[in-house]
């Protein structure tokens, strides 16, 4: 439960709703409000596909009804094509079209103040200005220390590690630090009874094949992969909402850049998997 002088958090939300967890989060967050357990107010929602943007797109569908949710929350949407702003760039590198689009982001949002920027599957990096002015954070799909990647990616790589624990974190966007900084973390075990099984129907799939050898899509369609994504999934909300509960709370702050617990800076992630473990065994999201 939220403490009595816990503040209301003004959010400014970024997502590419390229899928169906991406409305999921968006949902269940302000479910959360509705349910007197979270104080925040979305102040806008910033994507960085427009609206009708290709049609062809694997991902249109689904950006088509994250527009739609957003619209029927009631929520201010902004949208700018990363795609027709680069292609309106002539010259320039990389790094010099980043930089150029967060300054156009940080423009289109600048009458919509926020306190935390939420990354919730917003499939584009935030420039380091937009990092240096705001407190960004970051959903990420792997532990502090973790492989990095997509989500599939990190799955993967924990696979072939055959790693005994796996889950999510948050991270605070940093100039300094491309990956950023851990905030907070939930995991969950590989190495149960209940995946035992798992693990040998992968490995009398594979045989004695090296990993190197096995193709991405053998890897993503075993009963393995999907357990250890459903897992992963299932942990995103509640996280995202005990983070921000966290930071409404007080104890933890990010001044200048920096978390801090009290006056002392934190050195660790705040590992919240007991209390996103008992959400999930209570249904709470």
Known sequence: MMRNDAVTLNLGWFSSGKDESARVLLSSILKRKDDGLLDVSIKFVFCNWEEGEEPQHPDFAQRQKFFQLVRELGIPLITLSWKRFRDSLKTGSKDEWRAAYGEMMRTLIEGSPFDLGI???????????????FSMLNL???LPGGPLGTEQEAICQVITQRAGRHGIMILLCSPEQEQGIPLSFSSFPLQT????PLW???DTAV????FETISKDQVESSALF????????ARESPLLAYTMMMLADGGVKIINGRI???????????DLTVAVDQAIANKDF
């Open 260 to 270: 801090h617990e009290g006056d002392i800076m934190m050195k660790n992630a705040r």
């Open 119 to 133: 990354l919730a599957g917003y499939n584009l990096w935030i420039d380091r200005d937009t990092c240096a002015r």
């Open 193 to 196: 009874p209940e995946y035992k």
């Open 226 to 233: 999907k357990r250890i994504h459903i897992e992963v999934k």
């Open 200 to 202: 040998g129907q992968f």
């Open 207 to 210: 045989g004695k094949r090296t």
């Open 140 to 142: 990420y799909p792997s």
